[in-house]
């Protein structure tokens, strides 16, 4: 298995819901990202888990908390976001072969009411 | 802190010509990558250069790596189409920390 897998693909919620994103990879890599993109800019790198555990937080507002079970699955759970929030959110995974190549999901395109 | 900027950020083009996207980046670092990203999709790893001097080629795409310059070239060769897309380069930050830092996309469309 050569790819990474998020859901849902399409997420619609208010400004009180709770939600989570989910991401899950098979392909034993020891790093996984959380990244949020808005419109024509570049990703914007939001966590990073390294074997399990947090090693990057990039200042991310506490209404967004990621999560990662196991070694194959990161989540990020939501709650009392803005509507500023509404992006594209990719997953990515990396770290077969001692370099940062990261492989990027299909993505969750939130919006935020 | 590390800055990747590319140019040109928007490339319009006529299917059949050669153009080049530049990739510059202000401090050293001997890897770097390209990405695709389709509008409203995700991205795409194209090309991973770890070394000075690295040149790879898929199809009518080029990319090279100089680190000395700390500058990476996109060359693309006789436009078709299916090229239209937004490019990124991406370096990593410091060695051994996993953080990409992204340049700030190029976006081609290839007319007839």
């Known amino acids: 298995d050569t790819e990474v897998t998020q859901t849902p693909k399409h997420l619609v919620m208010g400004m009180t819901n709770k939600k989570s994103l989910k991401c899950e990879q098979h392909?034993?890599?020891?790093?996984m990202y959380w990244y949020k993109q808005k419109a024509k800019k570049p990703p914007e790198l939001m966590f990073v888990y390294s074997y399990e555990k947090l090693s990057i937080n990039e200042s991310v507002p506490s209404r967004f908390s990621p999560e990662c079970p196991n070694s194959s699955l990161l989540n990020l759970h939501l709650h009392a976001l803005q509507p500023e929030d509404s992006a594209l959110y990719l997953c990515?995974?990396?770290?077969?072969?001692?370099?940062?190549?990261?492989?990027f999901g299909p993505g969750t395109r939130l919006t935020v009411l | 802190e590390l800055k990747v900027e590319q140019n040109p950020l928007f490339l319009s083009m006529q299917e059949g010509k050669n153009y080049t996207i530049y990739c510059n980046y202000s401090?050293?670092?001997?890897?770097l990558y390209w990405y695709r990203q389709d509008p409203g999709k995700s991205l795409e790893s194209l090309f991973v250069?770890?070394?000075?001097?690295a040149v790879k080629q898929e199809g009518r795409l080029m990319a090279s790596l100089d680190t000395k310059a700390r500058l990476s070239t996109l060359h693309i060769t006789a436009a078709v189409h299916d090229l239209s897309a937004t490019y990124f380069c991406?370096?990593?930050?410091?060695?051994?920390?996993?953080?990409?830092?992204f340049g700030t996309g190029t976006r081609l469309q290839v007319f007839p």
């Open positions: 250069l770890l070394s000075n001097g």
């Open positions: 401090t050293t670092s001997d890897r």
């Open positions: 991406a370096v990593d930050s410091t060695f051994g920390t996993d953080k990409l830092i």
């Open positions: 990515a995974s990396s770290g077969a072969g001692g370099y940062n190549e990261q492989f």
């Open positions: 392909m034993g890599h020891r790093a």
